[in-house]
C-alpha cells in the first residue's frame, strides 16, 4: 500500500496549503487530489516526479514510508515552527469561467460539484459575498486599441435578479441567459435589459430579466498589459494641438 496519500495531506498541513492551492501547483484537480489523499486513486508517475522534485523529497520515501513532520521541514528538536505560529491569512477562492469550460459552465453553472472543480485565483475579498471570474475571450470589449483583450480576467459579485434593476447604467456586468455567457455594458429601460459593447460595430443585445440566469457585477480587472489611462478630455485635447499644428503650418 502507499503512503502518497497519507504524506501529501501531511505535506500540505506543514505547508499550510488548502487542496485547491495544491492542486493549482501541480495542475490537478481539486477532487482528483481529494481521491489520492483518501486513497481512492494512485497518481501518474509524472505527478509523483513533480510533486517529489517540488518539495525535494525522495520518490522512495513518499512512496513506501509516512514522513514525519520533522523531515518535512528539515528540522530537528522541539516540533514548534515558525510556520505554525504565523497566523496565515486565508484569500477566498474564485471560481473562473475559462474558454475552455464556457460551454459546460452554461450548462452546470447551478452544481455545486462541478463550481468546486474549475480553476480558482485567491483574492482578500468580503467571504460572505458571491464572487465569479471570466477569462475574455473576444474584442467586443474594445474601442479604438483601448478596453479588454483576450485573456483579461474580471471577477464579478453576484446581483440577485431583484436588485438588477437597481444597478447604474454602463457598469461592466457579464451574464448568462438559456445558452451563452455575456460581457458587456448594462443600460436598463423598463421593460428590457440592453447589453452593449464598446466595439461599435456590435450590436446590442436586448433581454427581459426573467431570461437571465445569473449576473455579475465587475469588480476587479486583471489585464496582461498596462492599461492607457488618458481620459477622454485628454484625447480631445490632443486633438485640438493637432489641429492648431495643421493650420499654423497652412498659414506659415
Wanted: glycine residues 4%; contains cysteine; positive net charge.
Amino acid at each position: 500500500m502507499s503512503f502518497f496519500g497519507k504524506n501529501i495531506k501531511k505535506i500540505r498541513s506543514v505547508k499550510g496549503l488548502s487542496q485547491q492551492a495544491f492542486a493549482e501547483l501541480f495542475d490537478l484537480k481539486r477532487g482528483t487530489l481529494g481521491a489520492y489523499e483518501e486513497g481512492r486513486s494512485e497518481p501518474r508517475i509524472e505527478t509523483i516526479i513533480k510533486i517529489a522534485n517540488h518539495f525535494s523529497i525522495k520518490i522512495d520515501t513518499l512512496l513506501t514510508s509516512e514522513i514525519t513532520v520533522n523531515e518535512l521541514l528539515k528540522f530537528k528538536g522541539d516540533l514548534t515552527t515558525y510556520a505554525q505560529n504565523v497566523k496565515q491569512e486565508q484569500f477566498s477562492p474564485i471560481p473562473c469561467i475559462t474558454e475552455n469550460n464556457t460551454v459546460d459552465y452554461v450548462s452546470h453553472y447551478n452544481n455545486e460539484s462541478f463550481i468546486k472543480e474549475l480553476p480558482a485565483i485567491h483574492l482578500p475579498v468580503n467571504p460572505t459575498k458571491e464572487f465569479r471570474g471570466l477569462t475574455i475571450s473576444n474584442l467586443e470589449m474594445t474601442n479604438h486599441d483601448k478596453g479588454f483583450y483576450p485573456k483579461d480576467i474580471v471577477i464579478g459579485e453576484k446581483v440577485p435578479n431583484t436588485v438588477i434593476k437597481k444597478l447604474n447604467n454602463g457598469e461592466l456586468v457579464f451574464i448568462l441567459t438559456e445558452d451563452k455567457l455575456i460581457f458587456r455594458r448594462l443600460y436598463i429601460t423598463k421593460s428590457q435589459l440592453i447589453l452593449r459593447a464598446d466595439h461599435k460595430n456590435i450590436e446590442d443585445l436586448k433581454f427581459t430579466i426573467s431570461e437571465i440566469k445569473e449576473l455579475w457585477k465587475v469588480r476587479y480587472v486583471f489585464c496582461r498589459r498596462i492599461p492607457e489611462f488618458t481620459s477622454d478630455f485628454q484625447d480631445k485635447l490632443s486633438m485640438i494641438e493637432e489641429e492648431l499644428l495643421k493650420m499654423k503650418e497652412k498659414l506659415g
